[in-house]
């Protein structure tokens, strides 16, 4: 191998991988919390913190932000989530 390439190599290894970006999802079940992402993957709580409360209730008692979209920000290798808002 020659030098070029392998200096070319060392820049490829030393690229910052790509960010994390938020994702949209849909609360589907509460207050036993479950996220729809897309058509197939569902969240559950045990893979997200919330920045938000999303127990609150109407006069009637049902969850205001059931069947809402909330906007995640996966963090460990996507295999987590932080629930920054819910989209209104």
Same mark, same amino acid.
């Given at each position: 191998?020659?030098?070029?390439?392998?200096?070319?190599?060392?820049?490829?290894?030393?690229?910052?991988?790509?960010?994390?970006?938020?994702?949209? *999802? #849909?609360? $589907?079940? &509460?207050?036993?919390?479950?996220?729809? /992402?897309?058509?197939?993957?569902?969240?559950?709580?045990?893979? @997200?913190?919330?920045?938000?409360?999303?127990?609150?209730?109407?006069?009637? *008692? #049902?969850? $205001?932000? &059931?069947?809402?979209?909330?906007?995640? /920000?996966?963090?460990?290798?996507?295999?987590?989530?932080?629930? @920054?808002?819910?989209?209104?």
């Amino acid at each position: 191998m020659n030098g070029i390439t392998e200096l070319a190599k060392l820049f490829k290894e030393r690229e910052n991988a790509n960010g994390y970006s938020p994702m949209i *999802g #849909r609360i $589907i079940r &509460l207050p036993d919390l479950k996220i729809q /992402l897309g058509d197939k993957v569902i969240v559950t709580s045990t893979r @997200i913190k919330t920045c938000i409360s999303l127990n609150a209730v109407d006069e009637s *008692g #049902r969850y $205001i932000h &059931l069947g809402k979209e909330v906007v995640l /920000l996966p963090y460990a290798d996507s295999q987590k989530f932080i629930l @920054i808002g819910v989209v209104q």
